[in-house]
């Protein structure tokens, strides 16, 4: 792209990143209009805060503007998490996707989908329906975490909805007695 060379900007980038204590997941310099548009998504174990974005927006900003790594022109600065639906390709990656449901597309074509409950150097271990499955990275030739509106919790939450239920079963008990004792007159 004339006037700005992303790997230019990486290099200048990475290391205001980096000393942030985050891992840049993504840098992008494309056209939007007569400016430049900066997409820079940066993570880290444990997830970024606004107040991280917002402290290394600032920081890339006094950086960029003191260099000419933007051509001279103007350009919009962006700076985010990668979101929920990008693709594992780093382990890190899946590390930090612990816990989820996600969808694996093999090697040979076949696709497996379970819930992280392990990750290796070279594998990752998922709870998949009938048991545990070892499933090698190098098999893998996509994976994403799949959406869930209502994920599974720790025992706590089960434990919760477990007294919710019973709650709600002496809400009904409680209601037939009233119905009872309105039948009976004794209201």
Known sequence: MAGANPERVRALVAP???SAGLDLE???VTAAGRRRLLRVAVDRDGGISLDD???LSHEL???LDASDVMGGQAY???VGSPGVDRPLTQPRHWRRATGRLILVTLVGGGSVTGRILVVEDDA???DVPGGDRRVDFASVVAAKIQVEFKRPDSADSAEADDADEADDADDADDADDA????DEGEV
Not at 179 to 182: F, G, P
Request: net charge negative; no cysteine.
């Open 124 to 126: 990752v271990l998922l």
């Open 76 to 78: 919009v600065l962006e």
């Open 16 to 18: 205001v990143v980096e």
């Open 61 to 63: 900003s006094l950086v």
């Open 179 to 182: 119905a009872d004792a309105a």
């Open 26 to 28: 993504d840098l992008s």
């Open 53 to 55: 974005v917002a402290a």
